[in-house]
């Protein structure tokens, strides 16, 4: 399985981007049924969890920081999951990752830089 994500930029604070995450190698039946998540990671930070869209398609586990101005969403037909990211703030700077919620998790792909800045 790989993922490939896309769509970063630079945004404005306040602005607002989109993101995505294709996976090739899974099949139809097991992009739905796994919960995934995006991530993401700032220069010298650690990877942390930004969301999750689970298996039914309710969406969770969003962190505070984001709450409220991310949401996720997912094509299953296409493999590919979204991040609609709004109301961007400087320190949402960073790598951005999808992949499993749960380990064993698949290998990480490339990232989307998403850069916030005036």
């Known amino acids: 399985v790989q993922f490939v994500e896309s769509g970063g930029g630079l945004a404005q604070p306040g602005g607002s981007l989109v993101v995505s995450c294709t996976a090739s190698?899974?099949?139809?039946?097991?992009?739905?049924?796994?919960?995934m998540s995006w991530f993401r990671q700032a220069p010298g930070k650690e990877r942390e969890l930004v969301g999750s869209?689970?298996?039914?398609?309710?969406?969770?586990n969003f962190a505070d920081y984001v709450r409220g101005r991310f949401f996720i969403s997912r094509d299953t037909g296409k493999k590919t999951l979204y991040l609609d990211m709004r109301r961007l703030k400087p320190e949402d700077s960073a790598m951005y990752f999808c992949?499993?919620?749960?380990?064993?998790?698949?290998?990480w792909g490339q990232g989307t830089q998403v850069t916030v800045s005036s």
């Open positions: 190698g899974f099949t139809f039946c097991n992009f739905s049924k796994y919960d």
């Open positions: 869209i689970f298996s039914t398609g309710a969406t969770g």
């Open positions: 992949n499993r919620h749960w380990s064993p998790r698949y290998p």
